[in-house]
């Protein structure tokens, strides 16, 4: 009998980075529900339109995407069960038949124009023009047939509309990676987490509030260091309804089946107010 | 001889929450500058057309604003010399004459609508229409003398363009504050620190990085830790052009005047790559 594919929900168009994020996470075969906002990501999941979600968490330029911070502590009913990392590479895409002498307007997402400013600098006669998503900006050139436009966007974007990619790889940083989570509803993930070798180790993601008193942050980070666990990460947020006071984010190396971590968890909640697992998952490429 | 008032650059229209900030900080007198973007305020700044500069770093409801912390870095001729919170009040504000009754429209920066949910749960019958600015919708309205419109926006707003507060305070919550930092240019930030007495204490703004070896935060966390120096905040940043490494920025309670604190630094300058003091000034209310 042959296995359903799984189905991921995703924010933006179709092609965009993040669906770049769902075949390396899930295979090409996998379907996919492109959604407007990551609100409706996680809706999407939770009401059961999709088996998984695959949502941006960070990016080395940008830094890290607060919202959906936020979303996974409000959705607790999911696990982060995989991540992976996009690098994000920018193409000049237009129809076929357009030649890139013709090209007069480049339409793309404003951070992605802002990451192309070599580009725009070495034509000045080429027009930004700010849109409202990368692989849509594909979508619509496409669509309305422009024959002076082109769009920055994903490779895959050229795939998926049928456009061509005119110059391949026009950001100015090429050190430019997104890090994106691969969420489950926590039954299904308990169900999927059997095999517990991974190549590189595994990470875990948590998140806590400390009492407001002095030290708590260190006394909470030493739970790890003296039981030589490494941070990978911490991000703070504020705390709502306590003003001046936040929630830490921190992913670690660590698999939560080792006692040195569950040990460390249990100091650490001596010391949390509130503390709860986010995910453990195969630390990705 | 009278003394030239402060001249301060923020970002926004005139009445903006910015703009209250720069009263408390400057008082009523300080004459203002405003902008439309971050980058304008601290390019202001440094090209001497205004002596100070006042910039949002972080709201209790939405969290820090990233792109400061990055401008804090950049501009590293400018010094942090006070901070203040403002309490963000949002009223709705209409031209005189105009009674609620009449309001089928309401304007206002998307962040600021969204902060009064239940206002617009209570008159569904109430269009939101997102704008630019708090301010600036004020500004719009009695420019363009609409007679069903109101905006949300600060009562200083209201005071600057001649409106009418129809209701005030109708944000959703009321633990929403904006903490914003005073900037000079550090040549000016030197005269003016003279007198070492502050009634609530010192505190002290730096940022580093450290060498991606493990436990190196913790260890950074331990020069505060082990001499009962209080974190008060822990921000990272993504580090340019190093993927998956960061900056730190601290905020913790202590004056650069005092033993402690200057062992503190001489012991995080030998764990970090990098260390900057980004100002040290009065704890505000």
Redesign the interface.
Known sequence: MAKRPMKAAFQGERGAFSQQAVRQLLGDGAEVLPCQRFEEVFQSLRVRKVDAAVVPI???????V?ENYDHLLHFDDFEIVAETSVRIVHNLIASPGVTFRKIRRVFSHPVALNQCLDFFTNHPDIERVPFYDTAGSVKMIMEDGLKDAAAIASALSAEIYGAKILKRSIED?R?N?T?FFLLRRRDAARRAATNRSAARGWKTTLVFTTRNI??T???A??A??LR?I?????????L?????E?LFYLDFLGDLDEPRVQNALSHLSELADFLRVLGCYPRGE
Do not use: C, V
Not at 58 to 64: P, Q, V
Not at 230 to 238: A, V
């Open positions: 960070e990016n080395t330029l940008a830094g890290s607060h940083d050190r990676y890090r002095p030290g942050l260190f006394r980070l030493s790890f260091a030589d490494n941070l990978m990460k911490i991000e703070s947020r504020p709502r309804g306590k003003p001046w936040y």
